[in-house]
């Protein structure tokens, strides 16, 4: 029974995921003057980056700790992003130097009854699956401290990547809890499960060269003057996945993903449909007549 009920929740998962994956939808790209007294800021790129859009942290008071209001606005911005068709690479960065994410707000959450706890961290849960959920590249750019919930937040994206000085770590046991937005679950995943209980157990701190060794983040770059050296780093992987097919990146998403919570037989088979999928696109037809020309194709997204 348990494993039919696990086949089935994958299957609806995989086939939310394939929709997500070919619909198409659109939105404004453009941010709103208003954005900057906002503790969620979306940019979306244009010319040559467009396509990419830019999530920035933005609470400074709290080095961008999850409250309650960046998690609402979080949301709605995720939803939105969701809904733009030309999406094709997200960037979750801070806009606060020195400092990816602090983790949940602790302030906020001392005064809370044990009820509020609950009700907020499954928030907090849902969020980060939220962002793993999104069809498109998620790729996080660590430029400073991710702790507690600012690493299970960059858990949640596809590629990580971190400046030599930034600071990570699941740091919960040290207040008496655990990782309760996804980070049990996706850090053994990413890392492997001994080092990931080391990690937990111990509320170790790694520099971006000792995620690097432990495979925790893609890519290590040594800081630059500006404290943006993560994001330029991620910026530059953002623009190698821009030329390639939409809807290609995003149904390997759907079958990578998907693929990992299966065994390698039903992977397989989830792999079979994905690349069903691509084949009446005109994207796929793109590639072999630019192929056949020579040329660099222009894909669509249809």
Do not use: W
């Amino acid at each position: 029974m348990a494993s039919l009920v696990t086949t089935v929740r994958t299957t609806r998962s995989f086939q939310h995921l394939c929709a997500c994956a070919v619909r198409t939808l659109t939105t404004s790209a453009m941010p709103s003057p208003t954005d900057e007294g906002k503790e969620i800021i979306v940019n979306y790129l244009d010319g040559k980056d467009n396509g990419i859009a830019v999530l920035g942290l933005n609470r400074p008071a709290a080095r961008n700790s999850l409250g309650k209001i960046l998690i609402s606005q979080f949301n709605e911005a995720l939803d939105s992003i969701r809904q733009n068709s030309k999406l094709r690479v997200l960037i979750v960065r801070s806009l606060i130097p020195k400092v990816f994410c602090a983790g949940a707000d602790l302030r906020e959450r001392y005064k809370m009854d044990n009820s509020e706890v609950n009700r907020f961290v499954s928030t907090l849960r849902d969020l980060m699956s939220k962002v793993e959920a999104l069809p498109t590249p998620v790729i996080s750019a660590i430029d400073g401290f991710a702790l507690g919930g600012g690493l299970e937040l960059a858990l949640a994206t596809d590629i990580r990547v971190a400046s030599a000085e930034a600071k990570m770590g699941l740091i919960e046991t040290s207040l008496a809890i655990i990782p309760g937005a996804g980070g049990t679950q996706r850090l053994p995943r990413v890392i492997g499960l001994a080092k990931a209980k080391q990690l937990i157990y111990t509320a170790r701190i790694l520099n971006g060269e000792q995620a690097m060794e432990i495979g925790l983040v893609n890519e290590v770059v040594s800081q630059n003057t500006v404290g943006d050296a993560a994001y330029q780093m991620a910026l530059s992987i953002a623009r190698e996945i821009l030329p390639n097919g939409p809807i290609g990146v995003r149904m390997a998403k759907v079958a990578i993903s998907t693929g990992m919570e299966v065994s390698q037989e039903d992977g397989m088979q989830i792999e079979k449909q994905c690349y069903s999928k691509i084949v009446e696109t005109k994207d796929r037809i793109e590639g072999l007549a630019a192929f056949a020309a020579k040329r660099v194709p222009v894909y669509q997204g249809v």
